[in-house]
């Protein structure tokens, strides 16, 4: 289990080391882009917050009464239902994206390590 702060943590180095070097290095995409994020990333954890209280999460034992959310769990489901070739995430403005199983690993495996004080 992680709290919303891991998860922030975790999605911030991941957009960093994952997305942020599939754009183009200059222009005017990338400033859009790292805007984005940083607007994702400052209202990520009320987002969060709420998400884990919900009737959803808590029905399907995902979240607990701390807020704390069952990240393993969550990683290997959508692991398992993630296809071969992958899926598509559309950007506005920016474009697409293919998000694979590797990818869904990789932001599992660096929100696991802000859980753990490692950055």
Known sequence: MVN???????????L?????????QDGWKKV???AAMAIVLKR??????????SPF???LEISNDD???????????????T???????DMPLIGSMTIKKQDIEN???????AANGYH
């Not at 932001?107 to 390590?113: F, R």
Request: hydrophobic share 45%.
């Open 44 to 53: 990520s954890e009320q987002m969060l917050q709420n998400l884990s209280h």
């Open 107 to 113: 932001l599992h495996h660096m929100i696991k390590e």
């Open 57 to 59: 999460m808590t029905a």
């Open 32 to 34: 859009v882009a790292g």
């Open 16 to 24: 960093d080391i994952e997305l942020m070097p599939q754009l183009p």
């Open 83 to 89: 296809p071969d070739k992958g899926f598509i995430i």
């Open 4 to 14: 919303s702060k891991h998860i922030e943590q975790g999605l911030a180095r991941w």
């Open 67 to 81: 807020g704390e959310i069952d990240i393993d769990l969550i990683a290997q489901e959508v692991k398992a239902n």
